[in-house]
């Protein structure tokens, strides 16, 4: 709204827990989302959250497109932006974490890997195809938290930049996670607050956060 925005063309969840969902249903509502998009895993765990059966009746009830998509899927979101479906498969038989959407957008020849709130048995997998895991700016998985598989992963996508998405108190996977990657920048929020992410047209990267974090 402060940006004079009356309309969001689609929203995508990643997964349905509910710190990734939770505000999808009143966006809906305010700005006229005509589509949302999921994984194909997604419906199978709606069983698990009240949440879920709350937005997929605000889905039902104003007439919303739904879309589903697995790995492999390539999308073209307009203005040259596309987003390659890298997680999950179909039939992917594993938690709600494990089975989000792990998402690689391009633009301008740069690369940010959204991983969701994989786990160990996602990431072991991504992993035997490390090539699609290289990117410019990487969102740490599951809120900048250590799997056995981490290292690995992070030397497969041998980001410029991490972003993690956290609250205030880090756990003991959390550390470990900023122990793996003390060797490059990395924007926690609750140090930074929001962190944006730009990419301009000639494929110059840039984040910003909006607290300056320590030397």
Known sequence: RSRGRSHVDEIWLSHGD??????AAELIRAYAVPRVITSTEFDDHVAENPSN???LE????RRV????????AHVSVGKGVTLDVLWP???ARLDSNNTGLVLKLTYARRTILFPADIQQPALAALLRLPDALRCDVLIAPHHGSSE???AAFLRAADPLYIVSSNDRTLSQKQRQFDRIARDRPHFRTHQCGAVT??????GGVNV??????PP
Not at 58 to 61: E, K, L, N, S, V
Not at 65 to 72: A, K, L, P
Not at 197 to 202: A, H, L, M
């Open 53 to 55: 059966e709350a937005l």
């Open 65 to 72: 497109s739904m879309q589903q998509f697995h790995r492999n």
């Open 148 to 150: 056995p598989g981490t």
């Open 208 to 213: 910003k956060p909006f607290i300056p974090p």
């Open 89 to 91: 498969p179909e039939n």
């Open 18 to 23: 509910y710190d990734h969902m939770s505000a």
């Open 58 to 61: 605000t889905i039902r009830d």
């Open 197 to 202: 992410i730009e990419i301009d047209r000639n």
